[in-house]
């Protein structure tokens, strides 16, 4: 017995799928014969598989569908969020006609923008985007709701406000220690 889970545009098909199966690709493709449009939906899009809490990379997709699934496999399947990738192009063009629109209708100021738009973009295209790292102990542990100690980890920036605040607090340091005095 198979579970496939479907996420983002992908519900539209449905949420969650029970189906006796024994490999992904078989459950899959008992999916595509029965819902009208779901295989078109997914050779369009870009997703990322997960298969028993186990990633399925490029590299590996035709391996990880074809292998043995075992008796409650979960499979899950996500639209992954990609962004253009041509900002700066769009930057360039943006500060191009505002330099134009402001050498010809004399407001300089607006051309002066456009330049800065410009380089602004050009910077961009020549930029690599920076990577990530994936096993980030951050983020995974939140006490922001769950309890007293609202605690703050090392290195983690500590707000300064001014005036009269009404909002939660970061507890830099907490503790209580007892001591016997003879």
């Known amino acids: 017995m198979a579970i496939i889970r479907f996420y983002g545009n992908l519900k539209q098909y449905g949420d969650k799928y029970k189906i006796n ?14 819902i009208k449009g779901l295989k078109e939906c997914i050779k369009k ?7 028993n809490k186990k990633d399925i990379s490029e590299k590996t997709i035709q391996f990880g569908l074809q292998s043995q699934l075992s008796h409650d496999s979960v499979i899950h399947i996500v639209p992954v969020a990609a962004g253009a990738k041509n900002g700066g192009v769009l930057s360039v063009i943006a500060g191009a006609v505002m330099v ?19 380089i602004g973009g050009v910077a961009m295209m020549m930029t690599k ?19 007293l100690g609202n605690t703050a980890a090392q290195g983690a920036p500590v707000p300064l406000p001014y005036g009269e605040i009404m909002v939660g607090s970061r507890v830099e340091s907490e503790g209580v220690e007892t001591m016997d005095v003879e």
């Open 45 to 51: 899009g870009y997703f990322r598989v997960r298969i």
């Open 100 to 118: 134009v629109v402001g050498y010809f209708s004399g407001q300089y100021w607006l051309a002066g923008m456009g330049i800065g738009m410009m």
């Open 21 to 34: 199966a024994d490999t992904a690709a078989e459950a899959l493709n008992c999916l595509y014969l029965q």
């Open 129 to 147: 985007t920076p990577k990530m790292k994936e096993n980030s102990d951050e983020g995974k542990k939140s006490t922001s709701f769950s309890s």
